[in-house]
């Protein structure tokens, strides 16, 4: 039984043996070809259902011989022969001639196992090109999403077999005409800011017409796309075909169309409202869109080594896009207008997260802020006749006939947009300009020095901070943090805080060495230097300036502001005081020429002066540690301290004012713990609601003396923002809306057991924050008077909440006190 089995056997490996024959191989192969063949000389245009599918069928099964002949060894005398006999042009007049989205996707898996056959004669073959190209030309406007996810997918496999191969380029891009400097070519030229050459690179239109395009197919086109930019630098007539061409324009021009179908609708209107509102879905993907093919203009100006094409680009992405859209966006809009303002301002502050190449956010905010060039101190730039050309021409076609609609930075810039937005009675709009303004502290800060807000260089050789005088300055914001929300729960809070604190000013300094150098003539890009990482602080604040004057006006208002209005106020502050060319002295420490001690000891006599080298060390260790007695207080501490004078008049009002308070710290502790093990749970995050971020950026804990921060861990779980704001950080969070609350103040206490506890904490409550009379002793007004124009009012739920927050500021900004005096160095020790 065995011998007969093994005779069996045998007999059927021999067969299958013979199947797999290169002859036999080429017999079915053959046999497949003459079937197409047959159906391409036939009247496809008038077929049936049931001819299409034979068809159908028929193509698939000679794309299905293609890919095992692929799979088996050589000899591939089925490749040799497609070759030879050119089958595929009467595949692609097939699927030209039915216009069926099945058989032109079935005609596509065909050319698509010629191209991953390995095969080099189909790829260099001048004739296959044509009759793909020429194929797609008809049937690119037929078919469907998913036919047409696989034609870009098919193009992107050729155009990453070409940046392999560089020598088949010729193949699929040859240029037929040449951008003439006279007669009608150049007229053309500035009728459309470039020549529309399909034909000499249709593979790079068809990827260029999918760019903006989400799913399977734009990350085929981007990926295609950025393959083609790179092979510029080794091609100098790919490299003058993309100046001259209009590819630049569309990619200019795509992306301004991506940015005007973003919704400008009123960012407080409710979720349950118009279909364009910003909480939609359609919405949430026109975002998504938006920022996918922006970093995809990124990723080009990364990938490209032509210096004349990244050029031409960056002119057309300024010109185009930048001064022709983004810019008169900002200029337009406005609180009235249904939230506008909120909406661009959100927008702009998505694209800055978003984007990290040097030469796009040089040029975004360099014009936005309307910063003067030093062209004295800048090299100049040297520009081929091409590009200088085609710039020229941008500024022609773009240039407005009435000269009184030109637009000009220089008359209305960033600057004036944030500081009106920020004092603006919209809480969104004033969140919406402090989330805007802490993205740029926080990722582009060199660009706000000396613009948004003003300061003053830091002179040398002066007196400097003490670490006697360090202490004292920390004590008294712990005493102020106690004494706002009580000392529960204070030691943990701090110690998660310096935490956070160190890891954020340790990424900044690191980031220093990277960052490009702006001043308030700073260099134009391609021109940008390094900037060495900072030892001690370059310029100071200067209080009086106008966005240090709104911040403080803000903060005093802190009681009654918005929730979400005060996580972003001290996210702001918290970003400018974690900028290490930023100075501390005068707005959040005291100034060193202030200091007055009570005992001088031996001031009278130079410590350098005495003989004993010992003694001088002793004698500069005592005067550095010695704590002034009194000295004159930074401005953020004394706004600190008259919010804490209207919350120990609250207390007078209000019994059990203490078990609110801990109570409500509790509970947001409580919050965020839950969302912190349900995370841990999870491998997705889940969005969360604004009432989310606020319960998280509320966390309260912190300590009464401070600990020396812990060592470095791992920044990759670590959060580069102070506490869990992060959260709120993301790209397209929107502002809350007011109708999630009265008053426009979002409510996050839990629901009330007792009526008395609900009538305790609905009781509206009226500040007068310019009382300069005011005295710990003084009622508040209660319950439901009329607010006069100097008044805030707020309820006492939203006041505890505001109270947690404030607190939880102070421990912050201890934080950064001790954080920043080791890690920059900026007290003496001895």
């Not at 090299?379 to 006749?385: D, E, F, I, V």
């Not at 998660?496 to 160190?502: G, K, R, T």
């Not at 009538?759 to 500040?767: A, Q, Y």
């Amino acid at each position: 039984m065995d011998i007969w089995s093994r005779l069996v056997g045998g007999s059927g490996s021999q067969k299958q043996a013979n199947s797999n024959d290169p002859q036999s191989r080429l017999h079915r192969f053959k046999r497949a070809c003459n079937q197409l063949q047959a159906w391409s000389k036939s009247s496809l245009s008038a077929i049936d259902g049931q001819q299409a599918e034979q068809l159908r069928l028929c193509v698939r099964r000679l794309g299905s011989l293609i890919h095992e002949e692929s799979r088996a060894p050589a000899p591939h005398v089925c490749l040799t022969y497609t070759l030879q006999s050119r089958i595929y042009v009467a595949v692609a007049q097939i699927a030209a001639t039915t216009r069926n989205d099945r058989i032109i996707r079935e005609a596509m898996a065909v050319f698509s196992a010629l191209v991953d056959s390995g095969e080099e004669g189909f790829l260099s073959n001048p004739a296959f090109a044509k009759t793909l190209m020429v194929m797609l030309k008809k049937v690119m406007t037929l078919v469907g999403p998913d036919t047409e996810a696989e034609i870009i997918e098919l193009l992107f496999g050729i155009s990453a077999k070409i940046r392999i191969q560089p020598r088949i380029l010729p193949v699929w891009f040859r240029v037929s005409a040449r951008l003439e400097t006279n007669g009608t070519n150049r007229k053309e030229n500035k009728n459309f800011m470039g020549l529309a050459q399909k034909d000499d690179f249709p593979l790079c239109y068809y990827l260029m017409d999918q760019v903006h395009h989400d799913g399977r197919a734009g990350d085929f086109a981007r990926t295609g796309l950025l393959y083609i930019f790179e092979l510029a630098s080794g091609s100098e007539e790919l490299e003058e075909w993309l100046i001259e061409s209009d590819l630049p324009t569309l990619m200019a021009t795509g992306l301004g169309a991506l940015y005007s179908r973003l919704s400008r609708s009123d960012y407080t209107a409710s979720r349950q409202s118009a279909a364009d509102s910003v909480f939609s879905e359609d919405h949430e993907s026109d975002m998504h869109t938006f920022l996918s093919y922006l970093t995809f203009w990124q990723d080009v100006m990364e990938h490209c080594r032509s210096a004349e094409v990244k050029q031409t680009l960056i002119d057309h992405f300024q010109i185009l896009f930048l001064q022709q859209l983004l810019y008169p966006s900002l200029l337009q809009s406005s609180d009235t207008d249904r939230g506008s303002s909120v909406a661009v301002l959100t927008y702009l502050r998505n694209m800055l997260e978003a984007i990290n190449h040097p030469d796009l956010i040089h040029m975004i905010l360099h014009y936005l802020l309307a910063i003067p060039e030093n062209t004295k101190s800048r090299p100049r730039l040297t520009r081929s006749p091409t590009t200088t050309r085609r710039k020229a021409s941008l500024i022609l076609l773009t240039e407005p006939k009435n000269a009184d609609d030109r637009s000009d930075p220089l008359l209305f810039n960033l600057v004036d947009l944030i500081l009106n937005s920020m004092v603006s009675r919209n809480q969104e709009t004033a969140f919406s300009a402090l989330k805007l303004t802490s993205a740029i502290f926080g990722k582009h800060r060199n660009y706000a020095i000396s613009t948004l807000v003003r300061t003053s260089p830091a002179g040398t050789g002066g007196s400097q901070r003490t670490v006697g005088a360090l202490h004292v300055e920390m004590g008294e914001y712990l005493a102020l943090a106690a004494a706002i929300g009580g000392e529960d729960g204070m030691d943990e809070a701090y110690e998660s805080l310096s935490d956070d604190v160190q890891v954020s000013l340790e990424m900044r300094t690191q980031g220093s060495a990277n960052a490009t150098t702006v001043t308030s003539t700073p260099l134009t890009h391609g021109t940008m230097a390094s900037a060495p990482r900072p030892d001690v602080a370059k310029v100071h604040l200067a209080p009086n300036g106008t966005f240090f004057t709104t911040i403080v006006s803000l903060l005093k208002t802190f009681l009654s502001n918005g929730v979400d209005v005060n996580l972003a106020l001290t996210e702001t502050i918290l970003s400018l005081a974690l900028c290490p060319e930023v100075s501390l002295e005068g707005w959040l420490a005291a100034w060193p020429s202030t200091y007055s001690y009570t005992y001088q000891g031996s001031a009278n006599q130079k410590v350098d002066d005495h003989p004993c080298l010992e003694h001088q060390l002793d004698e500069k260790l005592t005067r550095a540690r010695q704590r002034p007695s009194c000295f004159g207080e930074a401005v953020l501490i004394s706004t600190l301290r008259s919010l804490q004078a209207h919350i120990a008049r609250l207390r007078h009002d209000v019994q059990g004012l203490d078990t609110l308070i801990a109570q409500r710290k509790k509970m947001f502790h409580d919050d965020d713990t839950g969302a912190m093990d349900q995370r841990e749970q999870s491998p997705v995050r889940q969005p969360r609601q604004q009432s989310e971020h606020a319960v998280a950026g509320a966390t309260s804990h912190g300590q009464r003396k401070p600990k020396q921060p812990k060592p470095l861990q791992d920044h990759s779980t670590s959060s580069p923002l102070p506490r869990s704001k992060k959260a709120a950080s993301e790209i397209f969070q929107p502002p809350p809306s007011p109708r999630d609350a009265p008053n426009g103040k979002p409510q996050h206490s839990p629901p009330p057991q007792t009526s008395l506890e609900n009538d305790i904490l609905t009781k509206r409550i009226f500040f007068h924050y310019d009382d300069a009379d005011m005295k710990t002793d003084e009622p508040l007004a209660f319950g439901d008077q009329d607010v006069t124009p100097d008044s805030n009012e707020a309820s006492l739920d939203h006041v505890l909440t505001n109270i947690v927050l404030l607190q939880e500021f102070a421990l912050e900004l201890v934080a950064v006190l001790q954080t920043r005096a080791f890690l920059l160095e900026e007290v003496v020790f001895v």
